[in-house]
């Protein structure tokens, strides 16, 4: 079954750099698109960054673009978001999610799997 789990959260001081990491299940690897989600405490889920997973298209939302990057390693069946410059408002929980239905990555409702995700915490 479709596994993922998210680490490299943690705190982190304004305009340091964390890289997280999510460890992904063999049953993943027929998945359309994946991405990063972020949501802080009252307020309302994110996407910020995805793939496309048959390639290398990804896209980064506009309130992160310059900041965040994504990439995917299947050889270790693993998604990254490399966050720099990190900024107060950065602070959340982040999951990464996969969907198998194509199309539009950027459609936050086609994510059925995700992850417990990490928590990320600048002050």
């Known amino acids: 079954h479709v596994q993922l789990v998210e680490s490299g959260g943690g705190l982190a001081q304004p305009g340091g750099s964390l890289r997280l990491s999510c460890a992904f299940s063999?049953?993943?690897?027929?998945?359309?698109?994946m991405s990063w989600f972020r949501q802080a405490p009252g307020k309302k889920r994110e996407g910020v960054a995805g793939?496309?997973?048959?390639?290398?298209?990804?896209y980064v939302a506009d309130s992160v673009s310059g900041r965040f990057t994504i990439s995917q390693d299947n050889a270790k069946s693993t998604l990254y978001l490399q966050i720099d410059s990190l900024k107060p408002e950065d602070t959340g929980m982040y999951y990464c999610?996969?969907?198998?239905?194509?199309?539009?990555?950027?459609?936050?409702?086609?994510?059925?799997?995700r992850g417990q995700g990490t928590q990320v915490t600048v002050s």
């Open positions: 793939v496309l997973r048959s390639g290398s298209v990804t």
């Open positions: 063999e049953d993943t690897y027929g998945s359309a698109c």
């Open positions: 999610a996969a969907q198998f239905i194509g199309g539009d990555c950027n459609n936050a409702n086609a994510y059925y799997y």
